[in-house]
């Protein structure tokens, strides 16, 4: 199943956050029992819990690739169901592939299309991408709203989560029911409008959406 976790922040050096991230990722331990990986930085840090199907050494997470002297970082969940053809096309584009691991192909085909890339993704998925260079978070959810991503903002840094519960465990956060969600809940569910969830404060990138985080705005 796997699950990622992830904070960003512009205003403070966070590279001594090892432990925050560490508590976050272990809330989602249950998604990936296999393995686990970080990607710290002093303006974000990663975590993924992986459960491993395909290719045990070249799946490993969070992944990075490097194109034009700017490096990429990938957390990612789901399957993506034209990876051959995704392959393919990448090959053609003069991208080597080292992997057999659908990351990869993920990862290097954000590369190629951009912000583009979901007209091209056939699956079920939620995932998170760092353009280090850019400063700039790219992060999105299949177009039928399958796998989860959660995301809040609270003292300056963006949290996110392939589960609530993993944004939950980062240091004082406010916990708070939304009247709203919780009315869904009960009323309604497990249906809710997209986007939304019980708690304030938290929400979900919608089906088939797409947002883009950086230093001077958050754009959807």
């Known amino acids: 199943m796997c699950g990622f976790v992830g904070l960003l922040n512009f205003n403070k050096n966070i590279e001594n956050i090892s432990n925050v991230i560490s508590s976050m990722n272990n809330a989602l331990s249950h998604r990936g029992p296999d393995e686990e990986g970080y990607y710290v930085s002093d303006t974000i840090a990663l975590g993924h819990k992986r459960l491993i199907v395909i290719d045990p050494q070249g799946g490993k997470q969070p992944m990075s690739a490097t194109f034009k002297n700017n490096n990429y970082i990938i957390c990612y969940n789901g399957q993506i169901y034209n990876t051959s053809e995704l392959k393919d096309d990448l090959i053609s584009h003069g991208f080597e592939i080292k992997t057999s691991s659908d990351t990869e192909i993920l990862l290097k085909s954000y590369i190629l299309y951009g912000k583009d890339i979901l007209k091209h993704l056939n699956g079920i998925f939620s995932f998170a991408i760092w353009n280090e260079k850019n400063k700039e978070l790219f992060i999105a959810r299949d177009h039928f709203g399958i796998k989860p991503f959660y995301?809040?903002?609270?003292?300056?840094?963006?949290?996110f989560s392939s589960e609530i519960k993993g944004i939950l465990a980062f240091p004082n956060f406010?916990?708070?029911?939304?009247?709203?969600?919780?009315?869904?809940?009960?009323?309604?569910?497990?249906?809710?409008?997209?986007?939304?969830?019980?708690f304030k404060n938290i929400y979900e990138i919608k089906p088939g959406h797409y947002a883009i985080y950086d230093k001077a705005r958050s754009s959807y």
């Open 151 to 159: 995301y809040s903002v609270y003292n300056n840094t963006f949290i």
């Open 174 to 198: 406010p916990v708070c029911i939304d009247k709203y969600g919780i009315s869904e809940l009960f009323g309604i569910g497990p249906a809710h409008t997209p986007g939304l969830c019980p």
